[in-house]
């Protein structure tokens, strides 16, 4: 079952559980109710929402991401579920022992499935795409001469066709709406890992000690580009989209179901990063040398 992603960002919102169905209220009165174990992601994107603990632990109990943003619609947190795979203990044992070179190289079929997918979205920009198909073809195993980190550069002048912007996170439109889509995504990333009983926190590349996601920082790298062309529609649509309005959020969080073929199978894009998470896990298991990664 494909799973929805639901976004609370409504000042005065009052979240509760009753009889397994999550109850939306507002000003005490009803606006929705929706099965708990229909939710993959729980987005709570204003300061003003308030909720039971039943809602936490509910949503954890059936698998989902619970996703808490800050006043400017970053995330400030991410709850995921600790059991959510019958054989967690081994996938976790498995991770932990992976060697260095079975990491690198699986760091670099990351890197060379994203500069692919950047090359793919640039088309109008010739010299740049061949560029970057160059580039793809020199990513050692473990990334070695960061090749990834020269491609962005590249890519990113071009990503507007107009040469002008620069991607910050703190920078100027549409950076709030790439920031949003990442998270979306990442979140949904994080999920499925967690569900192929991995762990979410010991990652392939990324390792900064203050950051409890780096494996989904990992993973997420050969998505982004899905974010990237809807923000691209949503700029080259004829509104202005500088600002995170409701309907920028709606296309960003519609991002997930779009199609895609991972592993040979074609399916929303929410089901496929399930595909990805459990080649991942096989990979350490020593049972597949290929991740499956979106196919462009």
């Not at 005490?28 to 229909?38: L, N, R």
């Not at 632990?57 to 947190?77: D, K, S, Y």
């Not at 059991?83 to 760091?107: D, V, Y």
């Not at 890519?155 to 912007?165: C, D, H, K, T």
């Amino acid at each position: 079952m494909i799973k929805r992603v639901v976004e609370i960002s409504s000042a005065g919102t009052y979240l509760s559980v009753k009889l397994g169905q999550l109850i939306v209220k507002q000003e005490g009165q009803i606006k929705g109710e929706i099965p708990c174990e229909d939710i993959g992601v729980l987005i709570v994107d204003h300061q003003g929402v308030s909720y039971s603990h039943s809602v936490l632990t509910e949503l954890l109990r059936q698998g989902a991401a619970v996703v808490l943003c800050n006043g400017t619609h970053h995330p400030a947190g991410m709850l995921l579920p600790l059991e959510t795979n019958t054989i967690q203990t081994e996938r976790f044992r498995q991770q932990i022992n992976a060697k260095e070179p079975l990491k690198k190289r699986l760091w670099q079929q990351i890197v060379r499935a994203k500069i692919a997918h950047q090359a793919k979205l640039v088309p109008y920009d010739k010299a740049t795409c061949q560029y970057l198909l160059a580039l793809k073809k020199k990513v050692r195993s473990g990334d070695p001469d960061n090749i990834e980190a020269q491609a962005s550069q590249k890519y990113w002048r071009a990503y507007l066709q107009n040469g002008e912007f620069r991607r910050k996170r703190d920078g100027g439109a549409p950076n709030a709406l790439l920031n949003y889509g990442y998270m979306v995504m990442r979140a949904a990333v994080a999920r499925a890992l967690c569900s192929a009983g991995l762990l979410a926190t010991l990652g392939i590349h990324h390792r900064n000690k203050y950051n409890a996601f780096c494996l989904a920082d990992d993973v997420v790298e050969p998505f982004r580009g899905f974010v990237e062309e809807t923000v691209r529609e949503l700029c080259t649509g004829g509104r202005d989209h500088g600002e995170l309005d409701r309907e920028a959020k709606a296309a960003l969080l519609e991002v997930l179901y779009r199609p895609v073929v991972i592993g040979g199978l074609k399916g929303p894009l929410t089901v496929g990063l399930h595909r990805t998470a459990a080649s991942l896990a096989r990979c350490y298991a020593g049972e597949q040398n290929q991740m499956d990664l979106p196919q462009l």
